[in-house]
Each structure stands twice: as structure tokens, then as C-alpha cells.
């Protein structure tokens, strides 16, 4: 994998190469100065770039930029309702946006790791931000729960925070930031990376609000056949067997509705189509 461009908190006389493993090592009372005057001025730029953005993928953009400071490449975005048990959308929500492997996007939902994942649970009942290995060490876990952790670690996600975020009705969603190796950022980076998730939030939800109603893509029925098993965790060559065609043709209706929604992924895809109600689980 590409390794993310050089930070420029990374290029500051005196701090190590990986800014994170400067957090893990410098406790919290004496983190060096420079670092506090380079996370300030890059919390700033973030704020500064995202003034006048008006799309929320842009948006999202500039985090993920602003997350390589701290030596997260990856964030996911969702909203849940009071009721909801896994991170199926709900209509008129901002949509759900991330940049994890594809790999393991899909490998989450085939698993039905959505169901029990131990980070929304614990967002319910929290309005801080918390480490994944603190939940992981958690008496309350369980060993299903922690198998999430165990295998998102098998794709490259090894370590991370949990942000809540959380709105009116009982409606809340979480910002999620993944890093690639197995050390923890100090509380102070927490707090940065806090600040700039809600704001995120907060600029998404106007966005949202703004925009109204989502014009529904025409999707055939097959297409929404296809993507119907598709965000029901089912492979291209189960979703052929259960259908009754290749799994060529499978792919094709699947690229077909990516194109369509707009996604990157056949997990976006169908989480895409579950939002705005062309398809129901």
C-alpha cells in the first residue's frame, strides 16, 4: 500500500518521522511545543479550507487529509437511529461516507460485524471519544464483539477512536479513525481529531438539510436484486446461484448501480440504495 504523504507536523525539526509514535511516548503534561503550535495551525488550515465547501464529499476529503496528520489513513461515517442494532442509513440522513479497504468493507458486512460491532454499543451510551483498545480490554465485551477488532487488524486496521456524535431524537452518528499499527494517540490528538469530527458532523447535517430530498437513480429490477443480496452480506457467486445467472452478469448489474449511485465500492453502493429506500433488508 501507498504510504500517505509526509505530514507536516511529521517535518518538524526534533519530532520523529511517525507523529503518532511521538504521542504514545510523550506523556500528555509534556508534550513538546512544537507539536501543540503544529496540530493548532493544521486544526486551523482544516477549519479555514472547509469555509465555503458546499458538497460533503469534498468535505470528508479535507478530514481524511486532516486524519494523515495523525497517522490515520482511514474514516468512516455513519448515522443511526434510536432503533437501529447494525449501520443500515436512515432516510434523509447525511450519507454514509468512508475510505476503508474495499476488502474489508465487504468482509464487515458479509460477516454481519454491523449487528455487533462493540464501537456502536458503547457510542450509545457515550458523548466522548474512546479508543478501540479500550473497549476491546473491556470485561463487557464479548469474544464475538472483539473478533471485529481481531479481524479488521487482518486487514490493516489495527488500531483506532470512536467519535459519537450525537443529535436530537435519539438519532446519533459515529466518526471513525483507523490507523495501521497497533500504537495508541495521546489524548490531546483525540481531542483535535474530536473537534474536527464534529464539525464535520455539523456541516454534513446542514448540507442534508439544505438539499432536501434525494433524487432516487432508476436502478432495473434485477440491479435491485442484485444489490438487495449484495447489502445482505451475499458473495457475486451466491448471489448468481440464488438468482439464477453468472456470476459475470452479477457483476455486471452490480458495476451497473455503483455507476448509477455513484459509489466506489459495492458496499456503498448498497448502503447508498438503503438510504435514500430503493432497496429494504
Known amino acids: 500500500m501507498e504510504r500517505p504523504r509526509m505530514t507536516a507536523v511529521s517535518q518538524l ?11 504514545s511516548l510523550v506523556p500528555a503534561m509534556h508534550f513538546p511545543e512544537a507539536a501543540r503550535e503544529a496540530f493548532a495551525l493544521e486544526f486551523g488550515r482544516f477549519l479555514d479550507q472547509t469555509d465555503g465547501v458546499a458538497k460533503s464529499e469534498h468535505l470528508f476529503d479535507l478530514l481524511s487529509d486532516f486524519a494523515l ?27 454514509v461516507m468512508l475510505n476503508y479497504p474495499h476488502e474489508w468493507q465487504e468482509r464487515y458486512f458479509e460477516m454481519g460485524y454491523d449487528r455487533i460491532d462493540p464501537t456502536i454499543k458503547r457510542s450509545r451510551r457515550r458523548a466522548e471519544a474512546f479508543r478501540w ?3 476491546y480490554k473491556d470485561e463487557s465485551t464479548t469474544e ?6 481481531d479481524d479488521a487488524a487482518t486487514f490493516g486496521l489495527r488500531s483506532g477512536i470512536s467519535v459519537p456524535l450525537h443529535g436530537p431524537d435519539g438519532r446519533f452518528a459515529i466518526m471513525n479513525f ?7 494517540l495521546q489524548n490531546r490528538a483525540i481531542t483535535y481529531l474530536q473537534l474536527a469530527a464534529l464539525h464535520f458532523h455539523l456541516r454534513v447535517g446542514k448540507f442534508a438539510n439544505l438539499s432536501g430530498i434525494e433524487e432516487t437513480p432508476n436502478l432495473s429490477p ?3 436484486e442484485c444489490i438487495l443480496w449484495t447489502a445482505k452480506g451475499k458473495s457475486s457467486w451466491e448471489i448468481g446461484k440464488i438468482v439464477g445467472i453468472s456470476v459475470n452478469t452479477v457483476n455486471f448489474h452490480i458495476k451497473n448501480v455503483m455507476r448509477k449511485m455513484d459509489a466506489t465500492s459495492r458496499t456503498t453502493a448498497a448502503i447508498k440504495a438503503l438510504k435514500i429506500g430503493i432497496i429494504e433488508l
Open 13 to 23: 525539526r526534533g519530532l520523529s518521522t511517525r507523529v503518532s509514535d511521538q504521542f
Open 133 to 135: 483498545s479500550d473497549v
Open 222 to 224: 434485477r440491479e435491485k
Open 178 to 184: 483507523a490507523q495501521a499499527w497497533d500504537g495508541e
Open 144 to 149: 464475538d464483539e472483539r473478533r471485529v477488532f
Open 69 to 95: 496528520n495523525f497517522d490515520c489513513p482511514w474514516i468512516a461515517y455513519g448515522s443511526l437511529a434510536p432503533d437501529q442494532k447494525g449501520l443500515k442509513p436512515v432516510r434523509g440522513d447525511p450519507a
